[in-house]
Structures are given as structure tokens and as C-alpha cells.
Nanobody
């Protein structure tokens, strides 16, 4: 599967953004999909994941502010980000894997190119 993330940009603290990740292929619905992010000089961090049957999992730093969702008819993954903070500034990546959800980036098989989110204070 090929993944294309978009929707990043510059936003003020407290604002919102919605990221999208378009997937190619006809088996999108069978993948576990995830979002990860990497801030400058930091390791890549788990943000959220969603299973084929809509089970949702979040990293502690975004819980209650971010919402992951998917539209299998459109082969698209979303990340709604609210109450953004400067520390959310990062390149955000979407990823896909088989089998069960995971917080571990090494378990994901396919990655998008990343979209930059910058939150100003």
C-alpha cells in the first residue's frame, strides 16, 4: 500500500488541524493504521492507531486532544488535532500494518512521506 499524508501547516497554540492520509490499494480496510510524529532532535513518537474494526489507541501526550478516524470507503485515515500546543510541532507520519494495533514503529510495514505541523506560541 502507498500512503500520502497531507494537511499540515502553521497554527497558533490552542488551534486545530486535521491531517489526512490517502492510501492506495483495495485492502485499506484490513490494515491497522497509525500516526507517528518526529520533532526536531527527538525520536519518532507514537501518536495514535486505529484497528480495522475501529478500535482506537492514543499516546499519553495527545489523549483527549487528538482523534483518529478512518473512512474505508475513501481509503483515507484522519487525525483531528485540537487544543494544539507548541510541543506538538513535528513531522507527522501515517503508517500501516497487518494484524493487531501497535505503538511500536518497527511493527509498521508501510509509511507515508510525512507532513509538517508547526504550532506557534
Amino acid at each position: 500500500v502507498q500512503l500520502q499524508a497531507c494537511g499540515g501547516g502553521l497554527v497558533q497554540a490552542g488551534g486545530s488541524l486535521r491531517l489526512s492520509c490517502a492510501a492506495s490499494g483495495r485492502t485499506f480496510s484490513s490494515y491497522v493504521m497509525g500516526w507517528f510524529r518526529q520533532a526536531p532532535r527527538k525520536e519518532r513518537e507514537f501518536v495514535a492507531a486505529i484497528s480495522w474494526n475501529d478500535g482506537k489507541y492514543y499516546g499519553d501526550s495527545v489523549k483527549g486532544r487528538f482523534t483518529i478516524s478512518r473512512d474505508n470507503a475513501k481509503n483515507t485515515l484522519y487525525l483531528q488535532m485540537n487544543s494544539l500546543k507548541p510541543e506538538d510541532t513535528a513531522v507527522y507520519y501515517c503508517a500501516a500494518k497487518y494484524s493487531g494495533p501497535s505503538r511500536l514503529e518497527g511493527e509498521y510495514d508501510y509509511w507515508g512521506q510525512g507532513t509538517l505541523v508547526t504550532v506557534s506560541s
